[in-house]
């Protein structure tokens, strides 16, 4: 393997991990924002209220898009497997 060969996989590597983490991160930042501009404006100060919410989003995003990540992954996985194999 060469330096353009490891630069590719890499790279392909932080494009796996940002689309399996990029739903979770950013769905849960908004609820985070939307508990936050609610909070403010009812002048209630509770933190379980958004980490609760958040734990709820990330669930939810987990079971609708997991087969979809875990595909993502295995398919990122057969290819670094084929790879070490030729």
Do not use: C, N
């Amino acid at each position: 393997m060469d330096v353009s060969e490891v630069m590719d996989l890499l790279r392909s590597a932080v494009g796996v991990a940002i689309k399996l983490g990029g739903p979770l991160l950013i769905l849960s930042m908004l609820v985070g924002v939307a508990v936050a501009v609610f909070q403010a404006v009812t002048q209630i100060h509770e933190q379980t209220i958004g980490f609760v919410l958040k734990v709820l989003v990330v669930m939810t995003v987990l079971l609708v898009g997991g087969g979809w990540m875990l595909d993502t992954l295995l398919d990122y996985t057969r290819e670094i497997f084929s790879l070490i194999a030729s």
